[in-house]
């Protein structure tokens, strides 16, 4: 599957290549991360200088490198929000990706428009609030 990560305000194109770009923010501090673009996979490439100053459980605020607009979701606070497309599928709608902002927290949602998949070990916990339905059409 090959997935196409796009900013939801510009609609900018996020991973030129294999991996997705985006901008992480904390306490004053910013720095490049780049994220796996499979899901379920969380490692992450980032500024060491940034990524020292973050600890597990830090909530990061991640914007589109693009446009600079927050990425943070407007219904789950902790969680950052990107248009995602499956590039191999000609009619695909785009969907939504939901993943936590919580440093080490892995817990991502694929919103397709009528069922949600999640990734992630701590993704289960929060499934029962996920899988209600929210207007964030697209
Ligand atoms: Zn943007």
Known sequence: MVL??????CDALLNPNVRVVLIARYNGEAGIVLMSSKLGDYQ???????CH????G??????CPVCHGSL???????FA?????????ADHAPCM????????????????????KEFG?????????????GDWGW
């Open 4 to 9: 196409s990560y796009h900013c939801p305000k």
């Open 44 to 50: 992450v490439i980032c500024d060491k200088g940034f």
């Open 53 to 56: 100053e973050v600890a597990k």
């Open 58 to 63: 830090d909530i990061i605020e991640f914007q």
């Open 72 to 78: 943070t979701s407007s219904s789950y606070e902790n």
């Open 81 to 89: 929000e990107l248009k995602i497309i499956n590039t191999e599928k």
């Open 97 to 116: 990706l939901r993943f936590s902002r919580v440093s080490e927290e892995h817990a991502t949602f694929l919103y397709d428009g009528d069922s949600v």
């Open 121 to 133: 070990e701590e993704a289960g916990g929060f499934l029962d609030e996920m899988t209600i339905e």
